[in-house]
């Protein structure tokens, strides 16, 4: 687990596939005056074991084992993509260690998708980047998320993250749906989405119809990204949601 610093309510950031905790760290100077920040490598990524399963309820339970050891009480989850969904598989299966959870571009039904797009588009990226500039000119908009998702080796600059493990993992979001996740949230909910989301159309806008008294916002101009992409947009956002959540 990565301190970023910060006291108080507990507030753990999970990153998206391919990610790892420190791309959070821009968000993550400003959270420190709402509690004790702290960002978690989800396994196969970063410094976090590289085994299985890769199933949404072990990251959930990776989630809850180190809720526990902060022994902070219940924790204000954010989560990216696929953070987002080990978000929501935490607070359903463990409500007594989340607070509140904020949700970024995740929809709980993809069936039928299969990583072989995913696949082709990772497989086209260089064996190896140069360098750090070399990472941001290839990723455009995102090249400051990607900097931050890469390790220098011998060689260059690679993925931290197994490709084959990633496939596995995306290959059970087309394999099944996440209806009776979402139904199983009781604590308060923000879903951030970007106007060109990577996901289905309306899912998000659904879950929050399903979640009692959940928010939903749409990003103007921002894809998969909104934190990065307008991160004073998405900044207002969660401030508001934190302020109202903390008060209570």
């Known amino acids: 687990m990565l301190c970023f610093g910060g006291s108080g309510v507990p507030i753990v950031l999970l990153h998206g596939l391919m990610g790892r905790a420190r791309t959070w760290w821009r968000v993550a100077e400003w959270l420190r005056p709402y509690g004790a920040v702290y960002g978690l490598d989800a396994r196969g990524h970063g410094n976090a074991p590289r085994?299985?399963?890769w199933t949404t309820e072990r990251f959930a339970d990776d989630v809850a084992e180190a809720l526990r050891t902060l022994g902070a009480g219940p924790a204000v989850l954010i989560?990216?993509?696929?953070?987002?969904?080990h978000a929501w598989a935490t607070a359903a299966r463990y409500p007594e260690?989340?607070?509140?959870?904020?949700?970024?571009?995740?929809?709980?039904?993809?069936?039928?998708r299969t990583v072989e797009t995913w696949r082709g588009y990772f497989e086209s990226w260089p064996v190896s980047f140069k360098s750090l500039d070399h990472v941001r000119e290839f990723?455009?908009?995102?090249?400051?998320?990607?900097a931050d998702c890469v390790e220098e080796r011998e060689d260059g600059f690679h993925l931290v993250a197994d490709l084959e493990d990633l496939y596995v993992i995306a290959a059970e979001w087309g394999r099944r749906d996440f209806w009776s996740i979402v139904d199983?949230?009781?604590?308060?909910?923000?879903?951030?989405?970007?106007e060109h989301t990577a996901m289905p159309p309306g899912q998000q806008a659904l879950v929050a119809d399903r979640v009692p008294g959940a928010h939903h916002l749409v990003v103007p101009g921002s894809a998969h990204l909104p934190h990065d992409e307008a991160p004073e947009t998405y900044r207002g956002a969660v401030e508001a949601f934190l302020s109202q959540v903390l008060s209570r």
Do not use: T
């Open 139 to 146: 990723f455009g908009d995102a090249g400051g998320y990607f």
């Open 97 to 112: 260690l989340v607070r509140a959870v904020v949700s970024e571009d995740f929809a709980p039904d993809q069936r039928g």
């Open 51 to 53: 085994v299985g399963p």
């Open 79 to 85: 989560g990216h993509s696929m953070g987002g969904l």
């Open 184 to 194: 199983g949230i009781g604590c308060p909910l923000l879903l951030v989405e970007g």
